[in-house]
Antibody, heavy 116, light 108 residues
Framework: EVQLVESGGGLVQPGGSLRLSCAAS????????MNWVRQAPGKGLEWVSY????????YYADSVKGRFTISRDKAKNSLYLQMNSLRAEDTAVYYC?????????WGQGTLVTVSS | EIVLTQSPATLSLSPGESATLSCRAS??????LAWYQQKPGQAPRLLIY???NRATGIPARFSGSGSGTDFTLTISSLESEDSAIYYC??????????FGGGTKVEIK
């Protein structure tokens, strides 16, 4: 069974940093592209970042470019999102999602709250 | 950036009725459109990909159609468990991958 389990969310002050993790199991992690998608409270879905299976190709939404860094560790079957210079508008549930441009499995999400 | 506009914002229907949800793209996306269902407190679930293909395990009462700029998700014979927000998503021209604003389906 495919499982994606996010962790690392929490309350952080504006300007602070946080690192999200997504532990993958039940499939060959190294062969799949992965993404982060977020959802602000009561709002819709917003794609955040993409990383190819080999980590050779990485994309970011303009709203996070220069502040967030996506990465993956094949040995640990894990996906990461390093978030720096956090703003109030980054407050959201962050989901990791399997796939390149189509997301067939999602984690349960981890809540990031940016507030003083 | 391709903008997806969903309508209506909310749909309130009775069990057994059919729901028709619309998604319009700001430019042609061929058939590179997917639909997701999100229930309260849950992650989204892939329903339809490439406009009309049901994802694994999705009941036949969910169907998709359209091409170019206009797309439709039809839920026939609504059940109480279909109460959710439905999002469309394009993968024709990215980054960025974009989602529509969602349509909330309420079952009376």
């Amino acid at each position: 069974e495919v499982q994606l389990v996010e962790s690392g969310g929490g309350l952080v002050q504006p300007g602070g940093s946080l690192r999200l993790s997504c532990a993958a199991s039940g499939f060959t992690f190294s062969t799949y592209s992965m993404n982060w998608v977020r959802q602000a409270p009561g709002k819709g879905l917003e794609w955040v970042s993409y990383i190819s299976s080999s980590s050779n190709t990485i994309y970011y939404a303009d709203s996070v470019k220069g502040r967030f860094t996506i990465s993956r560790d094949k040995a640990k079957n894990s996906l990461y999102l390093q978030m720096n210079s956090l703003r109030a508008e980054d407050t959201a549930v962050y989901y990791c999602a399997r796939g390149g441009d189509l997301y067939d499995h999602w984690g349960q999400g981890t809540l990031v709250t940016v507030s003083s | 950036e391709i903008v997806l506009t969903q309508s209506p914002a909310t749909l309130s229907l009775s069990p057994g009725e059919s729901a028709t949800l619309s998604c319009r793209a700001s430019q042609s996306i061929s058939t590179y459109l997917a639909w997701y269902q999100q229930k309260p407190g849950q992650a989204p679930r892939l329903l339809i990909y490439d406009a009309s293909n049901r994802a694994t395990g999705i009941p036949a009462r969910f169907s998709g159609s359209g091409s170019g700029t206009d797309f439709t998700l039809t839920i026939s014979s609504l059940e109480s468990e279909d109460s959710a927000i439905y999002y469309c998503q394009q993968r024709s021209n990215w980054p960025p991958l974009t989602f529509g604003g969602g349509t909330k389906v309420e079952i009376k």
